[in-house]
């Protein structure tokens, strides 16, 4: 069992979405997110001052996996995401000790569906 | 005692009273002709200023629905586009008055033309109280055609090429119809009836707004086609309670918008035009909930806002000759149209209008037009309904088609001229990244987390 997580650009959600439905991955959770990599930051302007804003808007996709789903999902992730330019995101993979579905007190891999 | 003191005030006041008679002989026989002349000043002057009192209020109702129109379009659009919003709805109306003042009054009201256009008092000036009282009422009039438009056009259009419509709107194409409807131009010697502005105001805003949209294109992720099928996505707006607020705003000031239109602070009839303004309104928002409830298996509130609207744009025209029961059918009607007029534009047309305004101001303001022709009980002008034949009905449908048709052709070279030479859209980049932030270096909601992802 894996725990994926993946940053992306927010306007790229739906596409990321739509590559994971035709993988038939559906579970999924996501967050806003602050931050940046390699992208710098860009300027406002307040009132005639300049505001530094180095934290750019992101989406955290975190999606729970059985093994044998995790080339899929980050295949979709990848093919949803990828412009090519900087900013385009990051993906991480971690391992899961243990899943329980609330709604019956199943465990392990049947949790993960 | 009591008795006694009784007696003696009844003894001064005869007294008291016999003075003040012979006084008032004596003044009648010496003051003669003087003393009504001075009588006939005194109600002159209090009239001028009964007009000019009620007017300035009248203009300041109408000035406030800029905020009106504003916080409808802020609540129903994005709020990475607020800011960008703001600007186009502050210039409109700043642009605009600027070049209302300097051309556009002088186009709608100067000296009339072969009943085309005025051409006279460029750049108002002088010391004129009642030209300046006039041109006061009338600007906030024009400035509510050119603010129309913003919410069709919004979240995608670069903020010179609005600056460069509300310009145009404001100095030539508001002013030539509006010339031939109050300024002592063609349709209004022809009968034309338009009260406060259903034609004059709002169709013309609707139709521009149309024009707009059409060269503009949808927003991105608005329409997703599917092989031969196109299916029309949702974009909500991010603040209801703004827009409800606009709503209310522009409600409130709809009242100086009709009511101020009899353009006198005597005529009393403005009673009977701000209730069938009241009733119209109502039943607008009443039928619209009602056939969203139908249609959409829920009252819908931004319908039901919209429903309210249409109401005010649809009695705009007639307000003035109507009954209370017509003011209700009218706005029950207009909200009515409202509804599937949105649903036909966006689901059928695939015309992309954030707020509504084609369906409101440009739907709606013809119906109210037509309808002075269908409810009208006034003298002279008498409705369909109420035995006066299609005589009414006729004038009143040449000048929607008029109109229509002269916005239609300025407004289309307007946006046509715009797109070729300083570009009408931003750029895709711009568009996601939010206008604020592209046009205006800006955040409205500085450090506020937005949660949209489009």
């Not at chain 1, 997110?33 to 300049?50: F, M, N, P, S």
């Not at chain 1, 992730?77 to 000790?97: H, N, Q, R, S």
């Not at chain 2, 259009?157 to 460069?164: Q, R, V």
């Not at chain 2, 707004?209 to 299916?231: H, Q």
Request: net charge neutral.
């Amino acid at each position: 069992m894996k725990l994926i997580i993946a940053y992306i650009q927010p306007g790229k959600l739906s596409e990321v979405k739509q590559e994971l439905y035709k993988k038939k991955i559906y579970k999924i959770s996501v967050t806003n997110a602050l931050g940046c990599g390699q992208q710098k930051g860009y300027t406002e302007v307040y009132r005639g001052i300049d505001v530094e804003v180095n934290l750019l808007k992101k989406v955290r996709i975190e999606i729970a996996v059985n093994d044998s789903f995790v080339d899929a999902t980050v295949d979709a992730i990848v093919a949803g995401a990828a412009t090519g330019t900087i900013g385009d995101g990051k993906i991480f993979i971690l391992p899961i000790e243990q899943t329980i579905r609330i709604r019956n007190r199943e465990k392990g891999s049947p949790a993960i569906g | 005692m009591l008795m006694g003191f009784h007696h003696n005030r009844k003894e001064m006041d005869m007294k008291k009273l016999k003075v003040g008679v012979a006084m008032l002989v004596l003044m009648c026989f010496a003051g003669g002709t003087l003393a009504a002349d001075d009588l006939a000043q005194s109600v002159a002057l209090h009239q001028a200023a009964l007009d000019m009192i009620w007017l300035l209020i009248a203009a300041s109702l109408v000035f406030f629905m800029q905020a009106g129109f504003a916080m409808v379009e802020i609540g129903l659009t994005r709020a990475k586009n607020a800011g960008n919003i703001i600007m186009k709805n502050l210039m409109d109306f700043s642009a605009g008055a600027l070049f209302y003042w300097a051309i556009g009054w002088a186009l709608m009201y100067g000296s009339d033309v072969g009943g085309l256009f005025g051409f006279s008092d460029f750049f108002v000036s002088g010391t004129d109280s009642v030209l300046y009282r006039d041109w006061m009422f009338q600007v906030v009039f024009a400035a509510t055609a050119a603010t129309i438009v913003s919410g069709a056009v919004a979240e995608r259009t670069k903020f010179t090429a609005y600056l460069l419509y509300s310009v145009v709107v404001s100095a030539v194409i508001y002013p030539i119809s509006g010339h031939w409807i109050w300024g002592g131009g063609w349709l209004g010697s022809l009968g034309f009836h338009d009260f406060a502005g259903s034609t004059v105001v709002h169709s013309v805003g609707g139709w521009a707004a149309l024009m707009g949209t059409l060269a503009l294109g949808p927003r991105i992720g608005k329409y997703v086609t599917n092989g031969k099928k196109v299916t029309s996505k949702a974009i909500p707006g991010h603040n209801l309670p703004l827009a409800s607020l606009g709503v209310f705003i522009l409600w409130f000031g709809w009242y100086g918008f009709n009511a101020g239109s009899t353009l006198s602070g005597t005529d009393l009839s403005m009673a009977n035009v701000a209730v069938t303004t009241t009733l119209a309104a109502s039943a607008g928002a009443v039928g619209a909930m009602i056939i969203s409830w139908i249609q959409f298996g829920k009252p819908d509130v931004s319908m039901s806002l919209n429903g309210a609207l249409a109401g005010l744009v649809g009695i705009t025209a007639p307000t003035a000759v109507v009954s209370p029961v017509g003011a209700i059918l009218i706005g029950l009607i207009a909200g009515v149209i409202v509804v599937y007029s949105v649903e036909f534009i966006d689901k059928v047309l695939h015309i992309d209008d954030p707020v509504g305004a084609i369906s409101v101001h440009g739907v709606c303001g013809a119906w109210g037009t037509l309808a002075v022709g269908l409810f009208s009980t006034a003298e002279g002008m008498k409705g369909l309904f109420y035995g006066g034949g299609f005589t009414q009905l006729g004038i009143q449908a040449l000048g929607v088609a008029a109109v229509g048709a002269w916005v239609v052709a300025s407004a289309g070279i307007l946006f046509f001229v715009i797109r070729k030479f300083n570009g009408l859209r931003v750029d895709a980049t711009d568009e996601l990244k939010g206008l604020d932030l592209a046009e205006h270096n800006a955040e409205a909601y500085s450090g506020f987390q937005i949660f949209t992802t489009m």
